[in-house]
């Protein structure tokens, strides 16, 4: 209920109670002026006022006391109290009904306003005691766990790998590194090859051909061995090296040549008959005939 | 409305309502211009305008718009009478004499 409904009843009300000649007037009246006071509080006490209004016209239009009611004009102020209702005086019992009305609003507005306040204000913290709540049976010991028979199981894992050859021959097959090591040999079936080493073979160039004319001039004589390696054609596979001198560069230079210039008239080294590749010493003499 | 140029029971409530008329007695006053006045409360202030009416020193009447185009409830205007000018001007002048006295 709004307040403008309260305050329209509390008036209706009012006027509802006054001399039926003043009912309806005083009800217009009051709606009328109503409206020239500022909402809230001051129209409630307008209202409130209306009924006490009612009360004291109701009396003083009432036959028996109307003529009680005026006293004559002097020349001081007349404070009458001959208006009573019954033990009580009419003002005495005003008053009371302006204060119950009074205690009835601020209790009601106390009221609603304590249900805003504990709702927005929680209580202070208060120590309580709590229930025992601990039991007082000891509960069962929990069981032993079995650790004997302790049961893995390892999941069958099938390796089904499958070699797929790659069509684009993008990985290509890298050299053999020969630092690999060798696989070790057979025990239970030794077998000990038979091997030939190679050698010069059919047509290959006379010592003379590659003797150093500055040599001959000077008498220069000696061995000088170089170490060469041959393929299973008697072919060089590599620049053969001077594995020792013969004390003159000129006669180890002219052994190199002729290692060289025997390429492919070598013999090769032959393992159980069959021609294999293999790197030896040769040694070449440079000789002077008498 | 009652009996004409009667006694009136005076309060000073009452002479206040009176005073407030006697500032200009030609002019027509609301219950609420009065209160605006002297600041009397409704709950006293209209059992003495009906008591001043009934006595014969008032005269009422409804002010006179239309509440529909005025857009607020007409009023009801209040304005002394001769009788009520000159009775209560022989209020005030008695009560001064009684005071200065």
């Not at chain 1, 500022?38 to 028996?64: D, K, M, N, Y």
């Amino acid at each position: 209920m709004s307040q403008r409904s309260v305050t329209h009843w509390l008036i209706h009300h009012a006027a509802r109670h006054a001399p039926d000649s003043l009912a309806e007037r005083l009800e217009e009246e009051w709606l009328a002026d109503l409206e020239r006071r500022t909402p809230g509080v001051s129209r409630l006490r307008f209202a409130i006022g209306c009924c006490w209004a009612t009360q004291v016209i109701a009396f003083e239009h009432q036959p028996s006391k109307a003529a009680v009611g005026t006293t004559a004009v002097g020349h001081t102020l007349i404070a009458s109290a001959d208006q009573s209702f019954g033990f009580i005086s009419l003002r005495s019992s005003t008053f009371f009904l302006v204060v119950s009305l009074h205690i009835v609003l601020i209790s009601g507005f106390m009221t609603a306003l304590s249900h805003t306040h504990k709702s927005a204000v929680p209580d202070p913290l208060q120590n309580r005691d709590l229930p025992h709540s601990r039991p007082d049976t000891v509960p069962p010991p929990l069981p032993t766990p079995n650790l004997n028979h302790v049961i893995i199981e390892v999941p069958n894992l099938e390796t089904d790998l499958k070699y797929e050859p790659d069509p684009d021959h993008s990985v290509t097959p890298g050299p053999v590194d020969e630092q690999l090591p060798p696989t070790p040999p057979t025990p239970l079936t030794p077998h000990i090859a038979k091997q030939v080493a190679g050698g010069p073979g059919a047509g290959f160039p006379d010592t003379v051909d590659f003797y150093p004319p500055l040599s001959i001039h000077l008498g220069e004589q000696g061995v000088s061995t170089v170490r060469v390696c041959v393929d299973a054609k008697g072919r060089l596979t590599s620049d053969p090296t001077t594995l020792k001198g013969s004390g003159s560069a000129r006669l180890d230079e002219g052994a190199l040549k002729l290692a060289r210039a025997g390429s492919g008239h070598y013999r090769a080294a032959t393992e159980d008959g069959q021609s294999v590749g293999s790197c030896y010493p040769l040694g070449i003499r440079f000789q002077l005939k008498n | 409305m009652g009996k004409k140029d009667a006694n009136v029971r005076m309060s000073l409530q009452t002479l206040r309502v009176l005073e407030s008329f006697l500032e200009n007695p030609t002019e027509q006053l609301s219950g609420a211009d009065v209160h605006q006045r002297c600041g009397i409360a409704s709950g006293t202030l209209y059992p003495i305008l009906l008591r001043l009416e009934s006595a014969g020193w008032f005269v009422s009447q409804w002010e006179s718009i239309d509440p529909s185009s005025a857009g607020r409830p007409r009023r009801r205007l209040y304005r002394l009478t001769s009788t009520g000018l000159r009775r209560a001007s022989e209020v005030f002048a008695s009560f001064n004499r009684g005071v200065l006295a």
